[in-house]
């Protein structure tokens, strides 16, 4: 079945620094890869969805300078937290549709 | 755009017991009803779905049923195990094949 590959599982990262998240589709080609982020005990909310090629699409209340998403091509979309902060500690997590949603691993970001 | 409602937050049952979890959709338009299960920092699996062109929807103990008119769909999970512990979410599918969350169920099987 289709796979997204999402690294890394894991990070660490001081306040002010950045991080970058990264998904690839490992046996399909992806135009579109959806972000989400969820805070612990809470749902999935939609972040953004990429597009291969063009402008990512931010949901209402997201800081597009804040998460710079790029998909530069069919196999790769990467999610850039620029200046973390504690408050942006959470689970980032991609999704792609491909006959069914397939989701990567998530990354849980602690910012300190 | 859609709004998913779910209830409960938390349910409990005993082991042996059927669980029922219900969700709410607000977009007619939306034609895809997915439900996951979530262990503690994984990904969220998909254990069932269904098309709004289908009532009813069932594999071994799980079982989906949508009624598009009321815009309701709801998960019945028979003969609960302790495996069965976890968040489970419900979902539909809007515009452009974005997904939206229902708020979770924690659900609770006791031994």
């Known amino acids: 079945g289709a796979v997204v590959s999402q690294h890394p599982s894991r990070v660490i990262c001081k306040s002010g620094t950045s991080v970058k998240i990264e998904c690839r589709s490992l046996d399909f080609q992806a135009t579109t890869m959806f972000w989400y982020r969820q805070f612990p005990k809470q749902s999935l909310m939609l972040m953004a969805t990429?597009?291969?090629?063009?402008?990512?699409?931010?949901e209402q209340g997201v800081e597009k300078d804040k998460f710079l998403i790029n998909h530069a091509s069919l196999t790769l979309s990467t999610l850039t937290v620029t200046s973390a902060h504690p408050e942006d500690s959470s689970f980032y997590i991609c999704?792609?549709?491909?006959?069914?949603?397939?989701f990567g691993s998530g990354t849980r970001l602690t910012v300190v | 755009g859609e709004n998913v409602e779910q209830h409960p937050s938390t349910l409990s049952v005993q082991e042996g017991d059927s669980a029922v979890i219900k969700c709410t959709y607000s977009?007619?338009?939306?034609?895809?009803f997915p439900w996951y299960k979530q262990e503690l920092g994984k990904r969220p699996q998909l254990i069932i779905d269904i098309r709004s062109n289908v009532g009813e929807k069932k594999d071994q103990r799980i079982a989906v049923t949508l009624n598009k008119t009321a815009k309701h769909f709801s998960l019945h999970i028979t003969e609960t195990q302790p495996e069965d512990s976890a968040v489970y979410f419900c979902a539909a599918m809007e515009y452009g094949n974005k997904l939206v969350f229902g708020a979770g169920t924690i659900l609770r099987v006791k031994s």
């Open positions: 977009d007619s338009a939306s034609n895809y």
């Open positions: 990429s597009n291969e090629g063009s402008k990512a699409t931010y």
């Open positions: 999704s792609a549709f491909y006959y069914g949603y397939t």
